[in-house]
């Protein structure tokens, strides 16, 4: 088949196999997150196409990213540890 291009659909099947037990996830089986990338438990953040959400590109997994480091590091220093 000659074509000029192609697109690869990656990340439309969540591989969620490592996340503990009690995590919230969607009917597709996405990590469900508030805007700062946070779970429902303390302390685990989801980003990229792991994380329920309806846009699967690099840009957005990207911002996921930096917004859930962002996030981890000011849970962190709530810890005063």
């Known amino acids: 088949m000659a074509v000029d ?3 690869i659909f990656v990340g439309f099947e969540p591989t969620c196999a490592f996340v503990p037990e009690g995590l919230e996830r969607d009917k597709a089986g996405f990590v469900i997150t508030d805007c700062e990338m ?5 302390g685990f953040f ?8 309806n846009c699967r590109q690099v840009a957005t997994a990207v911002g996921d990213g930096a917004t859930a480091a962002t996030a981890a590091y000011a849970y962190l220093e709530s ?3």
């Open 46 to 53: 989801a980003a990229g196409d792991v994380r329920s959400k």
């Open 38 to 42: 946070r779970t429902n438990l303390p």
């Open 5 to 7: 291009g192609v697109f």
């Open 79 to 81: 810890l005063d540890a």
